[in-house]
T-cell receptor, first 114, second 112 residues
């Protein structure tokens, strides 16, 4: 149980285009989902907290107009990187929280912007 | 603010024991997690401590002292597959979001 999927697992896009990443909780309902970004050899940095049916809460320094988050249902959250630039190339990981406790992580999406 | 410190790298021999320390100074505390992350993969859950003391799970054990803001992860009988990054994370109970703040991670290299 407690499986979280992400799609796509990797994506290459051209600078200036937008990319959407999906995060799904497959066998449980996630009231809260989290989006992280991880640069090579660095730790996970929380970008935003997404609650179903409400606006996402962004961490300081994360541009909400550039990283659009939609938590449309209890099993799906999407992150759209708008007008992507090479510096947005990173490993994006989502996690889903069941109840008050443990977060379950998705397998990650590697974004490369050329 | 959140300040979570752990060593950058550690090297050990197969079959040996390695202890990874983590110290934290955070605005709130509702548990400390250890995750294992292999290169290019998402973190996988190893352990969770919310009360002081030692939690043992097979070859892995985790210890917590809330008064000292200190935890360690103990890896016993090291295997080559244990070569990975180990992340210490503190959960913040504020705003009912229970966000996790991660340390920078400790890269453990197991040598034959």
């Amino acid at each position: 149980g407690a499986v979280v999927s992400q799609h796509p697992s990797w994506v290459i896009c051209k600078s200036g285009t937008s990319v959407k990443i999906e995060c799904r909780s497959l066998d449980f309902q996630a009231t809260t989902m989290f989006w992280y970004r991880q640069f090579p050899k660095q730790s996970l940095m929380l970008m935003a907290t997404s609650n179903e049916g409400s606006k996402a809460t962004y961490e300081q320094g994360v541009e909400k107009d550039k990283f659009l988050i939609n938590h449309a249902s209890l099993t799906l959250s999407t992150l759209t990187v708008t007008s992507a630039h090479p510096e947005d190339s990173s490993f994006y990981i989502c996690s889903a929280r069941q109840g008050r406790y443990e977060q379950y992580f998705g397998p990650g999406t590697r974004l490369t912007v050329t | 603010g959140q300040n979570i410190d752990q060593p950058t790298e550690m090297t050990a021999t197969e079959g040996a024991i390695v202890q990874i320390n983590c110290t934290y100074q955070t605005s709130g505390f509702n548990g400390l997690f250890w995750y294992q992350q292999h290169a290019g993969e998402a973190p996988t859950f190893l352990s969770y401590n919310v009360l002081d003391g030692l939690e043992e799970k097979g070859r892995f054990s985790s210890f917590l002292s809330r008064s000292k803001g200190y935890s360690y992860l103990l890896l016993k009988e090291l295997q080559m597959k244990d070569s990975a990054s180990y992340l210490c994370a503190v959960r913040d109970p504020r705003n009912n979001d229970y966000k996790l703040s991660f340390g920078a991670g400790t890269t453990v290299t197991v040598r034959a």
